[in-house]
């Protein structure tokens, strides 16, 4: 793991944005895949705001979204991407996958997604941040990880953490979400992890640290050859 240390989340925010624009100039059919959250928000913020790059040919896929929100709501993760990046940027409709919460079939609905991202020649970058307790995407702790996309059970402070976006509600917070497995995140072609905050110290430590361990899913990005983790002071602070 390459692990770089910025003094504040703009600054990391404004080279992980130059990064993204470089990585775009070179290969317009760029393949991201991207997170939502609080960390990506200044993040997506200075792709909005930065120099101007053409998105017109960039495809995305998004980590994860929640079972049983429609993509119009507003507290749906697509909605979200919407606001927050491929509205403002312009990226075409066409070019945005989601996993949908609301497939009728949402075995299947991991699987279409699955082909998908092999149909679009694999993500080239994949952009992730980090639950406290040590989750990617939606793979939570627990004895065993899921390989490829699919039905997650959210812990309780996964949803704690996630109720800003329903009006502070935690309960309000679906139970389940559609995720990226550990498998489709690991074979993306480079991975960059941002952690911002002292709330993710610990958790930092541990992944870049610790043992490889399904208690800690972010810690298999171990075993990916070309990962950059981005961390502020706070975030970093316990290494
Ligand atoms: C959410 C998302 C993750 C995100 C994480 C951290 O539950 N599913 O993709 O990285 O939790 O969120 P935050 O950046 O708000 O701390």
């Not at 393949?31 to 200044?42: E, N």
């Given at each position: 793991m390459t692990i770089q240390i910025f003094d504040d989340v703009r600054a990391l925010s404004a080279e992980l944005a130059a990064g993204v624009r470089a990585a775009v100039t070179a290969k317009p059919s760029l393949v991201l895949g991207l997170p939502t959250g609080r960390t990506p928000l200044p993040f997506y913020h200075a792709l909005r705001e930065g120099p101007a790059a053409d998105w017109s040919q960039v495809r995305t896929f998004n980590l994860d979204e929640f079972v049983g929100v429609a993509a119009s709501a507003p507290e749906s993760y697509r909605a979200y991407m919407q606001r927050e990046l491929f509205g403002p940027v312009g990226v075409p409709a066409a070019h945005v996958e989601f996993l949908d919460g609301?497939?009728?079939?949402l075995e299947a609905e991991c699987e279409r997604y699955e082909r998908a991202i092999a149909a679009a020649g694999g993500i080239d970058m994949m952009i992730l941040g980090i639950g406290t307790n040590g989750h990617i995407g939606f793979n939570e702790p627990g004895p065993y990880l899921h390989a490829r996309s699919h039905r997650a059970h959210l812990q309780p402070g996964t949803r704690q953490a996630n109720a800003a976006m329903f009006g502070g509600d935690a309960a309000r917070v679906p139970e389940a979400a559609l995720s990226m497995g550990m498998a489709t995140i690991l074979e993306a072609r480079a991975v960059v992890l941002m952690a911002t905050g002292v709330a993710k110290a610990g958790v930092v430590q541990a992944m870049a640290d610790g043992h490889i361990t399904t208690s800690l899913p972010a810690s298999f990005l171990q075993l990916h050859p070309n990962v950059t983790v981005m961390l502020d002071r706070e975030a970093a602070s316990r290494r």
């Amino acid at each position: 793991m390459t692990i770089q240390i910025f003094d504040d989340v703009r600054a990391l925010s404004a080279e992980l944005a130059a990064g993204v624009r470089a990585a775009v100039t070179a290969k317009p059919s760029l393949v991201l895949g991207l997170p939502t959250g609080r960390t990506p928000l200044p993040f997506y913020h200075a792709l909005r705001e930065g120099p101007a790059a053409d998105w017109s040919q960039v495809r995305t896929f998004n980590l994860d979204e929640f079972v049983g929100v429609a993509a119009s709501a507003p507290e749906s993760y697509r909605a979200y991407m919407q606001r927050e990046l491929f509205g403002p940027v312009g990226v075409p409709a066409a070019h945005v996958e989601f996993l949908d919460g609301r497939a009728g079939d949402l075995e299947a609905e991991c699987e279409r997604y699955e082909r998908a991202i092999a149909a679009a020649g694999g993500i080239d970058m994949m952009i992730l941040g980090i639950g406290t307790n040590g989750h990617i995407g939606f793979n939570e702790p627990g004895p065993y990880l899921h390989a490829r996309s699919h039905r997650a059970h959210l812990q309780p402070g996964t949803r704690q953490a996630n109720a800003a976006m329903f009006g502070g509600d935690a309960a309000r917070v679906p139970e389940a979400a559609l995720s990226m497995g550990m498998a489709t995140i690991l074979e993306a072609r480079a991975v960059v992890l941002m952690a911002t905050g002292v709330a993710k110290a610990g958790v930092v430590q541990a992944m870049a640290d610790g043992h490889i361990t399904t208690s800690l899913p972010a810690s298999f990005l171990q075993l990916h050859p070309n990962v950059t983790v981005m961390l502020d002071r706070e975030a970093a602070s316990r290494r």
